[in-house]
């Protein structure tokens, strides 16, 4: 089953973001790897094309668990997580109807 991970930064954290970005990305490549991530990316303030360095402000990232402790336990380990990048995590079951 597909789980929703949304992590919300807390406040200030753009450095911290930084500093572990790479290895955020390569936990999620563990995911690809597996075929099991649907989707993933950062969530911006504002509309724009450049939104670096302060317009983030949080983490969508849907992949597949087979359960959500799984998946809870996944998102309590990601580098963005450990670092303090995020203040606050949600994990909800999700189901994609489309496309």
């Given amino acids: 089953m597909y789980y929703l991970i949304y992590g919300e930064d807390a406040a200030d954290s753009f450095e911290k973001r930084r500093s572990v ?11 690809q790897q597996q075929n099991r991530l ?3 990316g950062p969530l911006y303030q504002q509309d724009t094309d450049e939104p ?4 983030v402000n949080g ?11 799984l998946a809870k336990a996944w998102a309590a380990a990601d580098p963005y997580t ?15 109807v489309l496309p």
């Fill in 59 to 69: 983490s969508l990232i849907i992949a597949d668990f087979s359960n959500i402790d």
């Fill in 52 to 55: 670096y360095p302060f317009a």
């Fill in 82 to 96: 450990t670092a303090g990048v995020f203040a606050k995590i949600t994990v909800s079951p999700f189901k994609k």
């Fill in 38 to 40: 649907l989707l993933a």
């Fill in 21 to 31: 970005a790479h290895a955020h990305l390569q936990y999620l490549a563990t995911l």
